[in-house]
């Protein structure tokens, strides 16, 4: 059994900054890749930011220069600094873990989400 969990989301005003945190815990061998994706009501779940375990990045063009995704391997844990927030980036904010198992199973894990508000 594998758990992600999410939390630091929350309301700021556009121009702020916001920091997520993402914890996997359980029955793990090996992240690999672990990431942040977007949704808001009526619309797909979009790629936010991903990072593979040794560092590697990728951003979706409408964050870059402004969100940073970073890693600590040794807490299983990833986060997503966000800054100079606008209020389309308003959504709920999902964490994201390909992990394998102790058991050797590979499987995509997803946080319960949070909640981001960028509003005046």
């Known amino acids: 059994q594998v758990q992600v969990v999410e939390s630091g989301g929350g309301l700021v005003q556009p121009g702020g900054s916001l920091r997520l945190s993402c914890a996997a815990s359980?029955?793990?061998?090996?992240?690999?890749?672990m990431g942040w994706y977007r949704q808001v009501p009526g619309k797909q779940r979009e790629l936010v930011a991903t990072?593979?375990?040794?560092?590697?990045?990728d951003y979706v063009d409408s964050v870059k220069g402004r969100f940073t995704i970073s890693r600590d391997n040794a807490k299983n844990t990833v986060y997503l600094q966000m800054n100079s927030l606008k209020p389309e980036d308003t959504a709920v904010y999902y964490c994201?873990?390909?992990?394998?198992?102790?058991?050797?199973?590979?499987?995509?894990?997803w946080g319960q989400g949070t909640q981001v508000t960028v509003s005046s």
């Open positions: 994201h873990a390909n992990v394998m198992s102790q058991w050797g199973l590979r499987n995509n894990y």
């Open positions: 359980g029955s793990i061998d090996t992240i690999f890749r």
């Open positions: 990072t593979t375990s040794d560092g590697v990045t």
